[in-house]
């Protein structure tokens, strides 16, 4: 079974933390992706990697950035936590070539 | 206009009814369509795919995809209570690290 995992389930940070997250896959897959979701809007792709040390923008990439320096590892930083990014983040990861996308638990962050 | 589009719902429906769920996509370059399943409170996991016109079987879940009218849908047959969910259509234009468009999903009660 593929397993994908995320360092915290629940987060509270307060405005202007850094904030890390982390994520971990077991499949030795090559793509890795960090989502947002929130209600109404739902899920919105904010970078993604299709390599080590590779990283693309999504749709949402502003006041994110991210780090991916061994295959199964892909954090996403926010570099001064603000409000608007209390949200439900995702992560995910698939093989090249393969567009199976298999998510992990998710965090729930919420900014103070 | 969004890149996909599901009607929110929500869709109630009683046991043992077809439940019918709706997609479309407004990027006629769109090559892979998927179909996943949230509960509440977790992440996204994976129920169908399908690349090429026609209907696809997967016990009782058919996805139908139709390219000329850029229109995806999922039919449940014999609806179970932990059918009960919210279903995101999701759509892959093929571009490197295979990047997904979401829809909002679309919530489903199956009333027993």
């Known amino acids: 079974d593929v397993k994908v995992t995320q360092s915290s389930r629940y987060l509270v940070k307060r405005t202007g933390e850094k904030v890390f997250l982390e994520c971990v896959q077991d499949m030795d897959h090559e793509n890795m992706f960090w989502y947002r979701q929130d209600p109404g809007l739902g899920l919105r792709l904010i970078y993604f990697s299709y390599d080590v040390k590779m990283k693309e923008k999504g749709d949402i990439p502003e006041g994110y950035s991210v780090s991916r320096e061994k295959k199964e590892r892909f954090s996403l930083i926010l570099e001064s936590a603000s409000t608007n990014q209390t949200s439900m983040y995702l992560c995910a990861s698939s093989f090249q070539g393969m567009e199976t996308q298999y998510f992990g638990p998710g965090t729930r962050l919420l900014v103070l | ?112």
């Open chain 2, 1 to 112: 206009q969004k890149e996909v589009e599901q009607n929110s719902g929500p869709l109630s429906v009683p046991e043992g009814a077809i439940a019918s769920l709706n997609c479309t996509y407004s990027d006629r370059g769109s090559q892979s369509f998927f179909w996943y399943r949230q509960y509440s409170g977790k992440s996204p996991e994976l129920i169908m795919s399908i690349y090429s016109n026609g209907d696809k079987e997967d016990g009782r879940f058919t996805a139908q995809l139709n390219k000329a009218s850029q229109y995806v849908s999922l039919l449940i047959r014999d609806s179970q209570p932990s059918d009960s969910a919210t279903y995101l259509c999701a759509v892959s234009r093929k571009l490197t690290g295979n990047q997904f468009y979401f829809g909002t999903g679309t919530s489903l009660t199956v009333i027993p």
